[in-house]
């Protein structure tokens, strides 16, 4: 791919950090990276960065480089999707005392595993 042409996979892949990562306004993305909205929105086009841009945003968005420039990462992230309500459970999990996470472990250790197997 050169480097003037548009990834759109790219733009997609940010689009989802961002939405993951409770970034989803492009303002207050641009606002922490200390860049213009217009930057960011032309990123979520697929345009092209930085390498400077891609490593800020993969720091702060807590997605690998390989993963968000390529698609390609040893991460679980892109392997394992998460779907909206698991994302809302991990946030909600994250925002509660641990002695609370501990006891939903508990509770969810406890549930009998389903034989179907959900689809990626």
Not at 17 to 36: N, T, Y
Not at 92 to 98: D, G, W
Not at 103 to 118: D, G, M, N, W
């Amino acid at each position: 791919m050169s480097a003037g042409s548009i990834d759109r996979q790219r733009g997609e892949r940010l689009h989802q950090a961002m939405i993951a990562r409770d970034q989803g306004k492009m303002m207050a993305l641009a606002a922490a990276l200390e860049i213009s909205p217009a930057a960011v929105s032309k990123w979520r086009q697929g345009h092209a960065m930085s390498i400077d841009h891609a490593c800020r945003l993969s720091d702060l968005l807590n997605v690998s480089l390989d993963w968000l420039l390529m698609g390609k990462s040893t991460s679980e992230w892109p392997q394992h999707r998460l779907d909206h309500i698991e994302i809302d459970l991990v946030e909600n999990l994250r925002s509660r005392p641990a002695h609370i996470t501990q006891l939903v472990i508990a509770i969810v250790s406890e549930i009998p595993q389903l034989r179907t197997y959900r689809q990626p």
